[in-house]
C-alpha cells in the first residue's frame, strides 16, 4: 500500500456533471481538465467522463496533445496563448486555441497555410488575455486572415464568486455588446462565459460552460457552499498514513527549528508526507489532519517528505490512515489560499487511484511503481 495517494471517485465527478447540467439544460458542458484536471488526472477522467460532456478545456498545448494522443475525442479547447510556431500542431490534432490580439493572430495566421478553429478571447474585465471592448475594429480584422477560423468567443469573469453581482453583470452586458456587434461579421457558432461559479450562481451560461472546479465537487467559494445552489460531492480524498508513534516528555521540540515544543507529555505521529507530496509547508504549526475521527493538528515544521501531529488521547496505531483535508475549504483558508491551490499542488509522486462503483479501476503512479507486474 502506498504511503500517501489520492483516491478519485469518478461516480461523484458523474454527479457533478449531472447536476450542473440539470440547473444549465441547454448549455453544453466543457469539462475543464487543465493542470492535469486540477491535479486529479485529466487522461483518466476525460476518458470516463467523456460520454457526459461535450468539450474539454486544457491550459497548455501539451496538455491537449497528450489527451488526444491518448485517444480522447471530445473537441479540445487551449484556453492559454499557444506559440505561433506550434499551431500546426493544433491543426494536426484538432485542437482549438484562443485568439488574444490581433499581432499574435497575424502571426498564426502566417506560420499555417490551412484553417485553425479559433475563439475569439474577449477580456471584458478579468485583466488576463483577449480584446477589450474598444477594439471591436482590430476583431473584424481578423476576416481578412485567411488561415484563422474564428467558429466561438468567449469571456472570462473575475469575481462571479462573490456576493457583490455588480462587475460580473457589467462583464456580462460588454460580453453581449461585443457578440451583438461582431456576429454579423464572424457568425460564431457558439459563444460561452461561465465558468464553476457563473454556472451556479449565476443565470449566466449561455450555448457552453466551462466547468472546473465543480467538476471535482468543490465549491468556487465559501459563499457559494452555503448558498448550495447545487449538490456537488467531493470526488477525491488525499491520505496519507501514520508509519511512527511516540510518546515525549514536555519540552520535548519536534522538526526542524524547534518551532514546537511540547508543553506538556504528548504522543506524537510521524505521518509519510511532506511538502514535496505537496502538503504545503505553511501549513507547519497550523494545519488539521483527521485520524480515526479525530482531528490532530500538525506540530512543528511540515518537512520535504515526512511531518508530525499531536494524536495526544487519540487511539492510533502505526499503518492508521490519515485523512490529509478534513475540510479542504478550512485548511485552504487557514493558509490564505483556495481549495484550488492544494488540489494542484498536490505532486506527481502520490499516486493516483481511481474508483468507480467501490471498485478500483486503475492506479497512476507517475514516478514508479511499487510492484512489478
Ligand atoms: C480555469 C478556467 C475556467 C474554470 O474555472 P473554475 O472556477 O474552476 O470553474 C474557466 N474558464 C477559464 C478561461 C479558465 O481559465
Redesign the pocket.
Known sequence: MNESYVEIDIDKIIENIQNIKRINPNSMYCA?L?ANG?GLGAFKIAEQVEEYIDYI?V?RLNEAISLRKAGIKKPILV?GAVYFKDVSKCIKYDIDIPIIDLEYAKKINDSIDEKVNVHLALDTGMGRIGFRDYEEDKIRELKNLENINVISA?T?FSTA?EADTSYTEMQNDKFIKIINDINNAFNLEFVHIA???A?IKHNINRDMI??????YGIY?SDLLKEENNVELKQCFSFKSRVIFIKEVEAGTSISYGRTFTADKPMKIATLSIGYADGYIRAFSNLGEVLINGKLCKVVGRVCMDQMMVDVTGVDVNIDDEVIIYPDIYKEAAKIDTIP?ELMTSINLRVPRIYKKSGKIISIDNYIGEIYED
Open positions: 475543464v487543465k486540477y478545456a491550459a484556453l468567449f472570462h464568486d465558468n464553476s461559479a454556472a466551462r466547468v472546473g472546479i465543480s467538476t468556487p484550488y
